[in-house]
RNA sequence: GGUCCUGUGGCCGAGUGGUUAGGCUCAGCUCUGCAAAAGCUGCUACUCCAGUUCGAACCUGGACGGGACCUCCA
């Protein structure tokens, strides 16, 4: 198996790849909130561990991905007080919070499918799982790391500090934590500042909620990752993962937890996802430069000069590493949508090239660098660097500079299924369906017209076709082999 | 304000103490009836200042800009 280099927030280094229980792997990746649609930033976060699954399933790892479904509890601004998002919205517009939940997953599902992300092999819901929250939380209690107070149930911070690492993964002192910690604001049954809720009594007007040894309430923001990695995952597993601006807050707060409850650190490596910049600056409804995922492919947004269709954004995001922000912009889009295009054109090319006895390539070596690229902490851009140096190979073959053996080109396929379609997930968009055979017949006809004004220098027509075509979105290419058309 | 991360050519983006990233754009050439496509060639960078070093864009310190978290926004 390759040796696989992965950057762990806990080292902060790159570390060589271990799995506990190989071929077998644990990954859990902290879901999206259903209580709106979904933000593009999320869709880059779990894009990106789409990236990562389908690279460990490509190396022949076992995976057991689970995603969570965050569809209750979640308070705004993670303080202990405030109306729940859900129930706040459900209000509003005089829905069930379970009507809402139901909307959101779904077009949430409907987004990830469209960016050919693949589902994860479970995908848990805070909400169905309460049971395994309150005994996470009586076991805490238990173990002296968490007490009762009205009816809430909360972590202590400092006392776990005492014999842990609170701050493993931000490298932070907790002193300056304390210091740098607002001001507490009125009602509260915390000991510490830095205590976090576990379980949240319910205020009489709230919709979602339920029984517990504490009273009627409903969990607090960080434990249902805690129940649901441990439920289904185990007490330590692989790979944990989200976005960074989980980091310092969540991801914190479900370490202190889960050793709390078992003593045990549940994630060998941490992977953290880097934020998404619009034009330079950060993606916020307050700035008003936040686009939906729908907006960017319909391109109904003032400030997308076009539609960006999902395989051109998925290939567009692969460009950059993972751990680095990625900017939107109309330019840095439309140059990625070409070079997607030249990616898939190549591939079609492919198909119709004619083996030479010898070859002038070095395709194997070409593969090599490919699975070091992605060795190298799923290096993307470099993978796809190297693709391009494929795809001279292929248009200079078919040109005839150049000559691939029949090896060769068989390798050049591989290298596309393996790293194109199954590693980095793009996938040829599709052709208008039904209507494609019925095109492809006329377009054979108007061609063949064509050829004959040609043959009979009659260019006045044949130019005439091509300029008619061009303005309809048709592109007429002739080839050394013919004339080929694409849309 | 505090802590942390970051700053690469016209644009987007990798990477490294001394050797071509790659894509897009632009210019030239080849091919072509002309185009388009493709191939080749070129333009060639590392925010600023100081230091370490035989040598730094890459290491160290400082300045300035951007971002994350601490505060509603993923």
Not at 338 to 352: E, F, G, I, P, T
Request: glycine share 6%; charged share 25%; net charge neutral.
């Amino acid at each position: 198996m390759e040796k696989l280099f992965i950057y762990n927030t806990l080292s902060r280094t790159k570390e060589e790849f271990k799995v506990i229980n190989a071929p077998f792997l644990g990954m859990y990746v902290c879901g999206p909130t259903v209580y709106s649609d979904v933000h593009l930033g999320n869709c880059r976060t779990f894009m990106s561990f789409d990236l990562i699954y389908r690279y460990l399933i490509h190396l022949g790892y076992k995976v057991r991905y689970v995603r969570n479904v965050t569809d209750a509890g979640h308070l705004e601004g993670d303080r202990d007080e405030g109306d729940d998002k859900f129930a706040k919205k459900a209000k509003l517009m005089q829905l069930e919070p379970m009507e809402i939940v139901q909307k959101y997953t779904v077009g949430f599902r409907d987004i990830m499918a469209l960016l050919n992300n693949l589902p994860p092999s479970i995908e848990p819901t805070a909400t169905g799982h309460i049971i395994e929250q309150q005994e996470i939380t009586k076991q805490i209690i238990k173990n002296g790391l968490a007490y009762e107070h009205n009816g809430n149930v909360y972590f202590d911070v400092e006392k776990y500090a005492k014999s842990n690492n609170y701050t493993v993964l931000t490298n932070r002192k907790l002193e300056e934590l304390l210091e740098n910690t607002r001001e507490l604001e009125g009602q509260d049954d915390k000991k510490g500042r830095l205590d976090f809720a576990l379980w949240i009594k319910a205020k009489p007007e709230h919709l979602m909620k339920w029984p517990s040894p504490w009273g009627v309430g409903f969990p607090g923001w960080h434990i249902e990752c805690s129940a649901m990695s441990t439920k289904y995952l185990g007490e330590q597993f692989d790979i944990h993962g989200g976005g960074m601006d989980l980091q310092a807050t969540h991801h914190t707060n479900e370490i202190a937890q889960n050793i709390a409850y078992c003593g045990k650190s549940p994630a060998n490596y941490w992977l953290h996802t880097n934020m998404l910049t619009v034009n330079g600056q950060k993606m916020s409804k307050s700035l008003g430069n936040s686009f939906l995922p729908m907006e960017l492919f319909t391109g109904s947004h003032p400030l997308l000069a076009k539609g960006f269709s999902p395989m051109a954004v998925r290939f567009f995001m692969m460009q950059t590493h993972y751990r680095s922000t990625l900017d939107f912009s109309n330019d840095a889009l439309t140059a990625s949508e070409k070079a997607y295009n030249r990616l898939m054109d190549s591939y079609k090319v492919l198909q119709s090239i004619k083996a030479s006895p010898k070859s002038g390539e070095n395709v194997a070596a070409l593969e090599r660098a490919c699975y070091e690229a992605m060795n190298d902490d799923f290096n993307t851009p470099v993978l796809i660097a190297h693709l391009f140096e494929a795809i001279r190979m292929i248009n200079s073959a078919h040109d005839k500079k150049t000559a691939l053996s029949q090896a060769d080109i068989d390798l050049l396929h591989k290298i596309y299924q393996h790293f194109v379609f199954d590693v980095m997930g793009l996938k040829k968009e599709e052709e208008t369906g039904k209507a494609s055979t019925a095109l492809e017949s006329v377009m054979q006809l108007v061609l063949e017209l064509r050829d004959k004004a040609k043959a009979n220098k009659d260019f006045a027509t044949s130019d005439e076709i091509r300029n008619k075509l061009t303005a309809a979105n048709i592109q007429v290419k002739d080839g050394k082999e013919g004339v080929t058309w694409s849309i």
